[in-house]
């Protein structure tokens, strides 16, 4: 994966007050595009398309025990990269262009950070395809626990801020933010029950383990949902609020 580099002249250009942009040269002296504006968000939401349906199907093969739809997951995580790829090549061009309104920025900086997250959540996914393929092969071990339930949260949870992130509502990517505890549960009860069961029937402990990284796997999803969130109030309301608990 190619990682945008920013120089400290970029940084700290994005760093200043609105005030200071009105000493720029007047070439620069323009607003971005709305039109690649539109299509930079766009292109975002159809790439967090992509990673949501990766999530959903990575769980449904291993519920439903099918290894093919595994394997398409994992044929269809090249299509993710490259949607990550491009996205980094739109917000290098808007940001070679420069503008004097600071949320248009905001949004091409959200878009570079956004993107890069996506990607790692359908890496998990692919993880949870992996698991799959391996575990319908072997005996099923049943229940499988509160994991389909934590998969559609996850995947909820990502819908929902999509949808934050398409209509710049920060209210919205709160809310998102406050469900990442109840994945945080629903993985401790699943870790527990599984821990218990490779206690009572060793024979169960390998099936047992790749069932807990599946969960491990939903459960950083959801912290990377949560980081896509805390992106969009800053995009909406130029407020970091990452690490602190009162500004949520």
Same mark, same amino acid.
């Given at each position: 994966?190619?990682?945008?580099?920013?120089?400290?002249?970029?940084?700290?250009?994005?760093a200043?007050? $609105?005030?200071?942009?009105?000493?720029?040269?007047?070439?620069?002296?323009?607003? *971005?595009?709305?039109?690649?504006?539109?299509?930079?968000?766009?292109?975002?939401?159809?790439?967090?398309?992509?990673?949501?349906?990766?999530?959903?199907?990575?769980?449904?093969? *291993?519920?439903?025990?099918?290894?093919?739809?595994?394997?398409?997951?994992?044929?269809?995580?090249?299509? &993710?990269?490259?949607?990550?790829?491009?996205?980094?090549?739109?917000?290098?061009?808007? *940001?070679?262009?420069? $503008? $004097?309104?600071?949320?248009?920025?905001?949004?091409?900086?959200?878009?570079?950070?956004?993107?890069?997250?996506?990607?790692?959540?359908?890496?998990?996914?692919?993880?949870?395809?992996?698991?799959?393929?391996y575990?319908?092969?072997e005996?099923?071990?049943?229940?499988?626990?509160?994991?389909?339930?934590? $998969?559609?949260?996850?995947?909820?949870?990502?819908?929902?801020? *999509?949808?934050?992130?398409?209509?710049?509502?920060?209210?919205?990517?709160?809310?998102?933010?406050?469900?990442?505890?109840?994945?945080?549960?629903?993985?401790?009860?699943?870790?527990?029950?599984?821990?218990?069961?490779?206690?009572?029937?060793?024979?169960?402990?390998?099936?047992?383990?790749?069932?807990?990284? &599946?969960?491990?796997?939903?459960?950083?999803?959801?912290?990377? &949902?949560?980081?896509?969130?805390?992106?969009? &109030?800053?995009?909406?309301?130029?407020?970091?609020?990452?690490?602190?608990?009162?500004?949520?």
């Amino acid at each position: 994966m190619a990682d945008f580099q920013m120089t400290n002249t970029t940084i700290e250009t994005l760093a200043l007050p $609105s005030t200071k942009f009105n000493a720029l040269p007047e070439r620069v002296m323009k607003n *971005l595009p709305e039109t690649a504006l539109n299509e930079l968000r766009d292109h975002v939401l159809l790439m967090g398309g992509e990673v949501e349906r990766a999530i959903d199907e990575a769980t449904r093969a *291993l519920i439903e025990r099918d290894s093919e739809l595994a394997e398409q997951v994992l044929r269809d995580d090249d299509r &993710v990269d490259a949607l990550e790829l491009e996205a980094d090549q739109r917000c290098v061009r808007l *940001l070679a262009l420069q $503008s $004097s309104e600071e949320h248009d920025l905001r949004l091409v900086v959200t878009a570079i950070k956004i993107t890069p997250i996506l990607e790692r959540i359908a890496d998990h996914a692919c993880n949870i395809a992996r698991a799959a393929i391996y575990l319908n092969d072997e005996p099923q071990l049943k229940p499988y626990f509160d994991l389909p339930k934590m $998969s559609w949260l996850a995947c909820d949870m990502l819908r929902l801020s *999509l949808d934050a992130f398409a209509a710049a509502d920060a209210n919205a990517a709160r809310a998102v933010i406050a469900r990442d505890d109840e994945i945080d549960r629903l993985y401790d009860r699943i870790f527990h029950e599984l821990l218990d069961r490779m206690s009572k029937d060793t024979t169960a402990a390998g099936r047992a383990a790749r069932l807990l990284l &599946v969960a491990k796997h939903l459960e950083r999803i959801g912290d990377y &949902v949560t980081d896509i969130c805390e992106l969009i &109030v800053y995009m909406k309301e130029a407020l970091v609020i990452k690490h602190s608990q009162i500004a949520r």
